[in-house]
């Protein structure tokens, strides 16, 4: 069964939520990424507490450590995925 979803989400996984922006190739999808995150959970893009761990992965620190992040592009999107006490 498919359930239809708006354009561009946000749609619902589970506990997940999955937003698909544009994006321009050959860009970074970092910065984006931190626009979208810093408007969902409040605050600048600047201030957003985000680091890479070891691996190279994104992590919330701090009031935020307990949300789980993650964003892919590819062909002029990129997909950003959020949730709670998900890793």
Known sequence: ???PAPPGGP???GPVTVWCLPHVNGT???????V???DQL???P???PLQRDARGRPELHGPLAHIGTGWSH??????VA???RVR
């Open 1 to 3: 069964m498919t359930v």
């Open 11 to 13: 749609w619902q996984f």
């Open 28 to 34: 970074r999808g970092e910065p984006q990424a931190r």
């Open 36 to 38: 979208l995150l810093a």
């Open 42 to 44: 409040g605050g600048t």
């Open 46 to 48: 600047d201030t957003l």
């Open 74 to 79: 590819s062909h002029g999107l990129l997909l």
């Open 82 to 84: 959020m949730a709670e």
